[in-house]
Each structure stands twice: as structure tokens, then as C-alpha cells.
């Protein structure tokens, strides 16, 4: 028999929670299928954008949560799969309004 801890450390190692994932990926899903005449490739776009989002945004929203919600990250994980790209972009103005707000200096070169 395969040990699935092994694999799923090695997941996790690469920034992949297959658990944020799945729960994402279903809402991701969801959306998707209550947008009527959307082209195929904007279907799957939306599925994996909305996929990544809860992946790699559901972490950093727990941490801003109060800790009554950090028992639902998988909740947080479906709603940031639904709430795709607009999610992350709610996520940035707050961390914008956070550095105005604490007058924060930000050099960033290239």
C-alpha cells in the first residue's frame, strides 16, 4: 500500500493543498455552470483561476479572519474558488488600504 502522506507532503512543499483545491475547484465550478453562453475556454479558465485562488489565497484570508472563522477554511477555500478573481481583488485593496492607512513605505525595484 501507498503512503499518501508522503505524496501529500510533497504537494503541500509546492504550495498545494489538496484539500483548498478541491473545495475551490467546486466553486470554481459552480460559477462557471451558472454562467449561461460562455465559450468553453472561459469555462475552464474560470475553473482554474477560481482553483488557484482558494489554493493560494485561502491561507492569507484565514489569517485575516477572526479566530471564530478558522475552523471553516474549507468553506473559505469554496467561497475563494467562487469568488475567483474578484476575491483576490478585494484581497488587494484591503492590504492597500492597510499600507495607506499605516502609512507604510513600499520600494520596490526593478
Same mark, same amino acid.
Given at each position: ?8 507532503? *510533497? +504537494? /503541500?512543499?509546492? @504550495?498545494? &493543498? ?11 465550478? +459552480? $460559477? ?6 460562455? %465559450? /468553453?475556454? *472561459?469555462? /475552464?479558465? !474560470?475553473? $482554474?483561476?477560481? !482553483?488557484?485562488?482558494?489554493?493560494? +489565497? !485561502? ?13 471553516? %477554511? ?6 475563494? @474558488? ?19 492607512? %499605516?502609512? /507604510? %513605505?513600499? &520600494?520596490?525595484?526593478?
Amino acid at each position: 500500500m501507498q503512503d499518501n502522506s508522503n505524496f501529500e507532503s *510533497t +504537494l /503541500i512543499k509546492y @504550495g498545494l &493543498d489538496v484539500g483548498f483545491m478541491l473545495s475551490g475547484f467546486f466553486g470554481a465550478l +459552480l $460559477l462557471a455552470l451558472r454562467s449561461k453562453g460562455q %465559450k /468553453i475556454s *472561459t469555462t /475552464i479558465a !474560470t475553473v $482554474l483561476a477560481g !482553483t488557484a485562488c482558494a489554493n493560494y +489565497l !485561502t491561507p492569507l484570508v484565514i489569517n485575516m479572519m477572526p479566530d471564530a472563522f478558522k475552523d471553516a %477554511k474549507y468553506g473559505m477555500a469554496f467561497m475563494m @474558488g467562487f469568488a475567483g478573481l474578484k476575491g483576490l481583488e478585494l484581497i488587494i485593496n484591503k492590504i492597500v488600504a492597510y499600507i495607506k492607512a %499605516k502609512k /507604510i %513605505k513600499i &520600494d520596490i525595484e526593478m
